[in-house]
């Protein structure tokens, strides 16, 4: 346990040994009577805070408080715990200990992120994409920012998998991914529902801002795509929808949903049911 503890001004008086060894301390003299804006630790934009107000007496103690501090040249986590020492009934100072939970905060946020990603092509996964949803809804909500819901499909992706394998359907998924989140790079998301379907969300003014997002997304998989001396000839489906005409995420996916299959049939009739879209640059893989 690293401990410390100050006077009524907020001056260092004393500290343990983990906490000299912590800070890279010779001894408490190094910064004894000095305050901790002064020795300069803290990254908080106001550490002396709930001191101020425990000194005030309008609380006792600190519990389990997250907090960030800068020691041999890296920010730490820590959780910060604050005690008012009293003699003969005043206060005449602070006695505050902390633990530091850096790997174990790190540990838990790469968790944290690995359960929102995909693992075979790095989109947003369900769980993920949900998340997106949620603080997309909060912008409209708070500032009226509408967006737009792409819902996407593969044409044809079936019969790839059944003539190339599935070794050649992943490397055929995650470019797909990457080009889509090349699209939606500056301030929009991309995940997969599962199998060939891929959803992305788009801040957007109008309808218009839309419909030309569809093109882009139809332009970046047009072209036979080529890996390894195989080459899927696809395409893909879209159907759009807004917040702003749905009111709702669930209507709003399923309003992209349907308009995703009208699109996909619109597909199958012009071409006579024959592969006729698919994907740009040779990709190498295995």
């Not at 907090?67 to 003699?87: A, E, F, V």
């Not at 920012?145 to 992706?157: E, H, K, P």
């Not at 359907?169 to 699209?183: H, S």
């Amino acid at each position: 346990m690293i401990v410390y503890w100050k006077d009524t001004k907020g001056r260092f008086v004393g500290a343990n040994d983990t906490f000299l060894r912590y800070f890279n301390l010779s001894s408490i003299e190094d910064i004894r009577g000095k305050t901790e804006e002064e020795v300069g630790w803290s990254v908080e934009f106001d550490p002396t805070d709930d001191e101020q107000n425990m000194l005030l007496g309008k609380f006792s103690f600190v519990a389990e408080k997250k907090m960030h501090s800068m020691t041999k040249g890296m920010i730490r986590t820590i959780m910060m715990n604050k005690i008012s020492l009293i003699q003969e009934g005043k206060i005449v100072g602070i006695l505050s200990w902390f633990h530091d939970v850096t790997e174990s905060t790190v540990a838990q946020e790469q968790l944290k992120k690995q359960s929102y990603i995909d693992a075979l092509t790095g989109a947003l996964n369900y769980q993920g994409f949900k998340e997106a949803q949620r603080q997309f809804r909060e912008s409209y909500q708070k500032w009226g920012i509408d967006f737009a819901l792409f819902y996407t499909d593969l044409d044809d992706f079936k019969q790839c998998n059944d003539e190339y394998g599935h070794s050649f359907g992943n490397l055929v998924l995650q470019e797909v991914v990457k080009r889509l989140q090349k699209i939606f790079c500056h301030n929009g998301v991309v995940g997969r529902m599962g199998g060939d379907e891929f959803v992305a969300l788009l801040p957007v003014v109008d309808a218009a801002e839309g419909k030309r997002m569809v093109k882009e997304i139809r332009h970046a998989i047009d072209a036979p795509l080529t890996i390894n001396g195989k080459t899927y000839f696809g395409g893909i489906s879209v159907g759009v929808a807004y917040y702003s005409e749905a009111g709702d995420m669930e209507k709003m996916m399923k309003i992209s949903d349907h308009r995703m299959y009208e699109d996909k049939t619109s597909h199958k009739e012009a071409r006579g049911f024959k592969p006729a879209y698919g994907y740009t640059s040779t990709v190498e893989g295995s």
